[in-house]
């Protein structure tokens, strides 16, 4: 198919948001466009959102270039129709029925769902053939990451050129096969789901989970602060969509959290009232100015779980070494060793010689700081503390030891901070924050690559693209190593015994595949 602007219309059923947007995304490009919807005020509330943002590029004259319809009868014009309406199978269905008859072959008929199987609306469809998925992320004329969704019958020349379409939109297209949420709403689950458990524990409040997210991990929004703005109640269904797809998958159980906004009405920006309040002013994070120096030495253990720690006691400055009688006045002992590293009787080494005054940072990120303290002598002098994290982030996980005292911990709290990052204390719990938000991330990146839903590369690709993660799940996997990822998820499981922290057999592989290595 041609799908120059002189040859190809554009078809867009459905003006909201997203509707809108992709019908705006098309105009910005010249291509010429029919934008239906029946429903009252709709189309009027496209058209002053189109006009605005058009005039707004200076490309006013372009709105010249849209229909606006309220029959679909109006759209047999289109070589090429995008539906973005109501996420119900049964509603697209009935709408894909009737475009079969309206926009006979070859025109092209897509559907923008983000869960929904697109095999199933395309098969009251005379070709199916015809049919594919083109998922746009709101907004749409801003991200530049497109799903391509191959269907079950989806033909090779419709690919193409809804492929060819999404690069002439200046798009960054990726295909993927119909699987629930295809590649960035299932990746993307964990986070907010993992997030959801986190609170709902009691773990940590979601401020102090979105402060981790976008200060510890260099997500740009936090999950809470991102369903708000999404919708609390699109989250929601998105989840529950994927749950009962897969025929009730542990990964994607929704919670009960979710519910109970629903039942509330407090959806999250677009009600002034979600987990945060935006009734007077944007939610924000107070972050205190921190403390630039540091006064004497930090000493750091020899291990592997705390990756860059080293390098960045260097780079502000301080000598970090293994813990030795070298006469240094050291402030705080970090030790760097995870579960397979520790034994109690090394852990008894890391603490002999040093002021019995001094907090003990200690991995909590394969094992709890309860477990911690039965590997030694001295537990009140025990923190836990995000070790993966705590060298890249400004905010760092930390947790207390049931023996801990008010001392130890003031103690732990000023070298934190003093270290020029922000401690965030939270409840003592399988695998802190960061590293059960990103492994699960990683380990669903890695099941949807098993599952042929993506390649890595391409899951990576789209995970930036379409939701702006800082690093793609399966690049962050690497990078901390696979084996590690494998050790967390299964500390994770042993603690909870929930299929949902199954580590995928990929993974597995991988890990090993380190230590041939």
């Keep these: 198919m041609d799908i120059s602007t002189d040859n190809c219309t554009i078809g867009v059923v459905g003006a909201g948001t997203m509707g809108s947007g992709i019908a705006l995304a098309a105009l910005y490009k010249g291509y010429r466009v029919i934008l239906q919807d029946s429903f009252p005020g709709a189309l009027e ?122 690069e002439a939109l200046e798009k960054t297209p990726v295909v993927t096969g119909d699987t629930p949420g295809f590649i960035v709403n299932r990746v993307a689950r964990p986070y907010y789901g993992e997030a959801l458990r986190l609170l709902g524990e009691g773990v940590a409040s979601f401020e102090e989970i979105d402060l981790l997210a976008e200060q510890g991990a260099g997500f740009r929004m936090g999950p809470f602060r991102l369903m708000d703005l999404i919708g609390i109640d699109i989250n929601a269904t998105a989840m529950l969509s994927m749950y009962e797809q897969t025929h009730g998958e542990p990964r994607y159980r929704p919670h009960f959290l979710q519910m109970q906004k629903m039942q509330a009405g407090t959806l999250g920006r677009k009600t002034g009232r979600g987990f945060y309040s935006y009734e007077n002013s944007e939610a924000a994070v107070d972050i205190p100015e921190l403390v630039a120096t540091l006064q004497g030495a930090v000493l750091v253990s020899e291990g592997t779980w705390a990756p860059g720690l080293k390098d960045y006691m260097r780079k502000i400055g301080l000598e970090a070494d293994k813990v030795t009688p070298v006469g240094l006045a050291p402030r705080a002992v970090f030790v760097a060793a995870g579960r397979d590293e520790l034994l109690p009787e090394e852990t008894n080494v890391y603490l002999a010689g040093t002021d019995k005054s001094l907090p003990v940072f200690v991995p909590a990120v394969d094992m709890t700081v309860a477990e911690l303290t039965t590997l030694t002598d ?24 049931p023996m801990l005292t008010d001392e130890h911990r003031a103690r732990a709290d000023e070298t934190v901070r003093a270290l020029g990052k922000r401690p965030v204390w939270v409840k003592d719990s399988p695998g802190l924050v960061l590293p059960r938000i990103v492994f699960q991330l990683v380990n669903e990146a890695a099941f949807a690559h098993l599952e042929n839903v993506g390649e890595a590369d391409t899951i990576d690709l789209a995970m930036r693209l379409g939701v702006n993660y800082p690093k793609g799940p399966l690049a962050w996997g690497r990078e901390f190593g696979f084996s590690k990822v494998v050790a967390e998820l299964d500390h994770l499981y042993n603690e909870y015994r929930e299929d949902r922290y199954r580590a995928c057999v990929l993974l597995r592989r991988w890990a090993r595949l380190e230590e041939v290595k």
């Design 378 to 401: 001295e537990p009140e002098r025990i923190v836990g503390y995000d070790s993966l994290f705590f060298a890249g982030g400004t905010a760092v996980t930390l947790t207390a030891s």
């Design 45 to 166: 509330k496209g058209r002053d959102y189109i006009e605005k943002f058009l005039a707004k590029k200076d490309l006013s004259a372009n709105a010249g270039l849209v229909t606006y319809a309220k029959e679909l009868a109006a759209l047999a014009p289109a070589n090429i129709v995008i539906e973005a309406i109501i996420e119900d199978l049964g509603v697209k269905q009935e709408l894909f029925r009737q475009l079969d008859q309206i926009c006979p072959p070859p025109a092209i008929l897509a559907s923008n769902t983000s869960t929904l199987a697109v095999t199933a609306i395309a098969s009251v469809v005379g070709q199916p053939g015809r049919v594919a998925g083109m998922h746009f992320f709101n907004p749409a004329p801003i991200l530049p990451l497109v799903e391509v969704v191959r269907a079950g019958e989806s033909a090779p020349e419709t690919l193409a050129a809804l492929v060819a379409l999404a």
